[in-house]
């Protein structure tokens, strides 16, 4: 594999590259973020390991900039950083593993050679569709049988989630983190009362329904069955 290590440590980094040399690897090392990210995007590789802590640009800015470049490489941070709610952070981020340092070389080798062996990532969606309800994700803009539907902010991030989420049953928790960013029960009835917004505009106007309550667990978005 041809893998890129953008890794501002220089005793960490000659200890990765060499291990991955001596596999049988090709290793570019780069130790400014900003610099990291402009090899990223010019040179092809099936693997990218990055630290989060970097001068330039720091590693979730890389990565969501990749992202955002529809660029599919493989990414794995590897960082001292490693709370629950940082690796999440990270994963959200658009990267696809989080190894937490100090770490074995063995172990980053595997998730490394898992990596690669992954098919490459196809370029994401920008229209979601769900029987006859339409998201352009470009545009901002919701329609149903070809009709406009007019969406505030947070109800468009909503029905993304759900439509994102076809045909499972996300529950209120999920739904609170997801479109509102909360990670506790704030107690209120937000989701609620957003979902029976969105029913009212997506749902009520049209014969078949999409959006279903699931009793106690929470709720799904699907074509009639």
Same mark, same amino acid.
């Given at each position: ?17 060499? @291990?991955?040399?001596? +596999?049988? /690897?090709?290793?570019? %090392? &780069? ?6 990210? &402009?090899?990223?995007?010019?040179? +092809? ?10 001068? @330039?640009?720091? @590693? ?6 990749? *992202?955002?470049?529809? %660029?599919?490489?493989?990414?794995? =941070? ?26 074995? &070389? ?18 994401? *969606? ?18 149903? +049988? ?9 109800? =468009? ?26 990670? &506790? ?16 505009? %997506?749902?009520?106007? =049209?014969?078949?329904?999409?959006? /279903? ?11 009639? *069955?």
């Amino acid at each position: 594999m041809r893998i890129l290590l953008i890794e501002d440590d220089t005793k960490t980094s000659d200890y990765i590259a060499k @291990g991955f040399s001596e +596999a049988g /690897h090709v290793c570019d %090392v &780069f130790g400014d973020g900003r610099d990291g990210l &402009f090899q990223a995007q010019r040179e +092809a590789y099936d693997v990218i390991v990055v630290d989060r802590m970097l001068p @330039g640009l720091d @590693g979730l800015a890389i990565v969501r900039s990749l *992202r955002a470049a529809k %660029v599919g490489t493989s990414a794995l =941070f590897l960082t001292s950083i490693g709370g629950v709610d940082d690796r999440v952070e990270g994963l959200e981020a658009g990267g696809d593993d989080y190894l937490t340092k100090p770490f074995a &070389f063995s172990e980053l080798m595997a998730r490394v050679n898992a990596l690669g062996r992954r098919p490459p990532v196809q370029e994401q *969606r920008t229209v979601l569709k769900v029987a006859d309800l339409e998201l352009d994700l470009i545009r901002r803009e919701a329609r149903r +049988a070809g009709q406009v539907i007019e969406l505030q902010p947070r109800e =468009f991030t909503l029905l993304e989630v759900l439509m994102r989420g076809e045909g499972r049953v996300l529950t209120k928790t999920m739904l609170l983190e997801r479109v509102w960013d909360f990670h &506790f029960d704030p107690k209120t009835s937000v989701v609620e009362t957003h979902i029976s917004r969105l029913r009212a505009k %997506v749902d009520k106007p =049209f014969q078949a329904q999409l959006l /279903h309550t699931v009793r106690n667990t929470g709720y799904s978005l699907h074509a009639p *069955r």
